[in-house]
T-cell receptor, first 107, second 114 residues
């Protein structure tokens, strides 16, 4: 089955810093999503990005499907960006999840 | 506002006492599913539904039941909860489950079975 790997597993940054999170997937897929799980446990859909680049405020994402990876960029980090960032791909009517990147933004 | 609504957010119950976690979406999505999240095991699918009256097992269906009598609702039923069902549960919906569209998740239900 499809394997989804994320890096780095942990990231600690000062407020205001920029970061890049990576997601690699093992098979060709035409769908990829990024989620943020906040410290209260809520899962928030950030991007549905099967290919190309999207931006939403300080966050942007790029997926290069032919090379089987996606990147999530966070600029000018704020403490509210803390939490776990997951990427996931849909296969056989379910989402296959990466293990997540735990991001801690220090004030 | 387009959303998936789960209730309750938090629940503490005793072993064997039947409970239902409700899930409702207002986006006219055909596909709905339930996941549980456990430390070290990630998110695992319990059941999913492709449309009204169409449900199928995910990876961890044991101990759970679901029904899809209306398009908007997809309740998760624990007939006889056990402590190993203590977990964080999420309901999700999508226009279709094949990945052509994104998934929207509810806010989660943190269940503790004592």
């Amino acid at each position: 089955g499809i394997q989804v790997e994320q890096s780095p597993p942990d990231l600690i940054l000062q407020e205001g810093a920029n970061s890049t999170l990576r997601c690699n997937f093992s098979d060709s897929v035409n769908n990829l999503q990024w989620f943020h799980q906040n410290p209260w446990g809520q899962l928030i859909n950030l991007f549905y990005i099967p290919s190309g680049t999207k931006q939403n405020g300080r966050l942007s994402a790029t997926t290069v499907a032919t090379e089987r990876y996606s990147l999530l960029y966070i600029s000018s980090s704020q403490t509210t960006d803390s939490g776990v960032y997951f990427c996931a791909v849909a296969s056989n009517y379910q989402l296959i999840w990466g293990a997540g990147t735990k991001l801690i933004i220090k004030p | 506002e387009a959303q998936v609504t789960q209730n309750p957010r938090y629940l503490i119950t005793v072993t064997g006492k039947k409970l239902t976690v409700t899930c409702s979406q207002n986006m006219n999505h055909e596909y709905m599913s339930w996941y549980r999240q456990d430390p070290g095991l990630g998110l695992r699918q319990i059941y999913y539904s492709m449309n009204v009256e169409v449900t199928d097992k995910g990876d961890v269906p044991e101990g759970y039941k679901v029904s899809r009598k209306e398009k908007r609702n997809f309740p998760l039923i624990l007939e006889s909860p056990s402590p190993n069902q203590t977990s964080l549960y999420f309901c999700a919906s999508s226009l279709s489950g094949g990945g052509t569209y994104g998934y929207t998740f509810g806010s989660g239900t943190r269940l503790t079975v004592v």
